[in-house]
Each structure stands twice: as C-alpha cells, then as structure tokens.
C-alpha cells in the first residue's frame, strides 16, 4: 500500500495535544524529552498554562514535536510515508519524514523559524483572509488592482475555492472587498500574526538562509512535496533555498494534493493534530481515501482503517 503523509501547520495546535501519546509511547516521549528548548515543551502543549501556545515562536516547535512524535510511533506499527508533504511549518515535519532532519534539528529550526517570523511581522499593520468561492485567476485579479495601495498576494491556494491572500492590511481590505464584488462567497480574516507566506516575511527568510549555513541536511529518502512549488524538487533546487523561499512565497498545497494522487498513493494520513488537511483532499481529490491521527486510539487504530481500505 503507497501512503502519503501530510503534515498540520500552524493553526491547528491546541491545549493537550500529545498528552495521550506521550503516556502511551515510549518514542513520543523521546522526542518530546530529547528536545532542545528554552522553555518546556511538555508544559505549554499538553497545559498551556500561560496561554502561549498560539504564539508564533512556541506553536512552531511544538506542532514539529508533536508531529516528529507521531512519526514515530506510526513507524513502529510499520507504518510510513511513501511521500510527503506539510502545509507550512509542516514542510519540516515532513522533510524529518524523509530522513533530512532528526527529531531534535526539525523542532530547533521550527523555533528559530518561529522566531524569526515574529520578527519580520513586529510592527506592520497586516491582515489575511480566507476568501471562499472564487478561484485563483479572477482573485489574482483583485489583488492585481489592489497592490496599488501595497503589498498583498494570495499566500495560500489551499484547495478548490479556498485561497488565502494576504499582506498590509490596507490593500489586503480592498482585494477582499474586489473578491466580493467578483462574486467570492466570504472573505474571513484569519487570527494570525503577521502576514505569512507572502514578501513582506523576507526578513525571516533572509535568516533562515543564514542559519542554514550550519544546518547540516540529511539525503533525502522518500518523496517531499514542496509548498512553494506544488511538487518535487528539481535537479536545479537546494532543500535550504526552498525552505527560505517558502517562508515568503505562496504555499500550493492543492497542487501539493493534486500531486500526491497522481503519484498513486492509496490512501493519506493526516498527521494532527486537527482535521483541516483532510477537509483540503477530500475537496482537491474527492475519491482519494484519508485518515487522521492526532490521539493514542487513533494511532492504534490505523492500521485495521488502512487495511480496510486495501480491501
């Protein structure tokens, strides 16, 4: 059976997501004790105490953690990816899937990439928004006429009518105003904190590429699907200059799907916590079988689900 792994990004996180598997699993709990932090990890996602898990700098390594330690409790049960692919943040989890990465470099990146986004969106007045019901040429179109006022770009083509633009909050405004008029069905803003995935992140892209000068970076052992592209690297691509291009361009997670299927995968495992992933394949690839796993019965139930599936 050919699986695709998908991996949750930033969002998804809540309170107490991995405290089941972390009692459960021995190797969940080495991912989570061998991490590497300047805070607890185990405190702020299985508690939450002090209320920052949803921020940027602390729900990046933790959705890493969580996701390394499902790996690896998934490949116990002999479960893995036959290719991979995150939304987001989790491009990492998946490039730690295929072996570029360990559990303890992934998750320090992501707090280094958490980081390093706060910084490049401290101080800007930005805004994104989910627009839903139109599709990509006509929104681009909005946003084309938009960028008069400034920065705004689709950062996101998520799935079949649901993009996400984003940028300065001014232009950002009117080309969901422009999306409307076109005939977008809503424009939701999003709680975020800073305008992800579009040129204004440049400043954290510009230290990622410094920090990757000493980043060590494994063979890669199964295919990655990157969100800048929609697709595999190319001969001409480094796994650095992607991560570094991504953090400021759009995430083609449809074509990431779209991909996916025509690789021949029988089935996808989300990798939570959370369902949103799920909700993007079964409206990008409605006949393409998927599962998500985010709990200890979860993950003790998958492999029946899958061997349902192969019939």
């Not at 940028?167 to 424009?187: D, I, N, S, T």
């Amino acid at each position: 059976m050919k699986l695709g792994f998908l991996y949750a990004g930033q969002g998804s996180q809540h309170p107490g997501m991995g405290a089941d598997l972390y009692e459960a699993y021995p190797a969940f709990r080495a991912v989570f004790d061998g991490a590497q932090l300047d805070f607890d990890l185990k405190t702020v996602c299985f508690q939450d105490p002090d209320g920052v898990l949803n921020e940027t700098r602390y729900t990046q390594p933790c959705m890493v953690a969580f996701a390394a330690g499902l790996t690896a409790v998934l490949a116990e049960k002999g479960i893995r990816p036959d290719v991979a692919a995150g939304l987001s943040l989790g491009e990492y989890s998946a490039l730690h899937a295929a072996g570029v990465m360990d559990a303890s470099t992934a998750v320090s990146l992501a707090a280094f990439r958490g980081r390093a986004m706060e910084r490049a969106a401290a101080g800007r007045e930005c805004a994104m928004m989910a627009v839903l019901g139109l599709d990509r040429e006509p929104l681009q179109r909005c946003c084309d006429e938009a960028g008069a006022l400034g920065c705004v770009v689709i950062a996101n083509y998520n799935c079949p009518g649901q993009l996400v633009i984003g940028g300065e909050r001014a232009p950002v405004e009117r080309a969901a105003q422009l999306a409307k008029e076109a005939g977008a069905r809503r424009c939701l803003p999003l709680k975020v904190s800073g305008p992800f995935h579009t040129p204004l992140m440049a400043p954290a892209g510009d230290e990622l590429a410094e920090k990757f000068r000493s980043v060590p970076f494994g063979e890669m052992k199964l295919p990655v699907l990157f969100n800048c592209l929609g697709r595999e690297m190319g001969p001409e691509d480094r796994i650095p200059d992607l991560l570094v291009r991504q953090v400021q361009s759009s995430v083609f997670m449809e074509d990431s799907i779209r991909r996916m299927a025509r690789l021949g995968v029988d089935a996808v495992v989300e990798i939570g916590p959370g369902r949103v992933l799920a909700g993007f394949v079964k409206k990008t690839v409605p006949g393409l079988p998927v599962l998500s796993v985010e709990t200890a019965d979860e993950a003790e139930a998958l492999a029946g689900k899958l061997e349902e599936i192969t019939g």
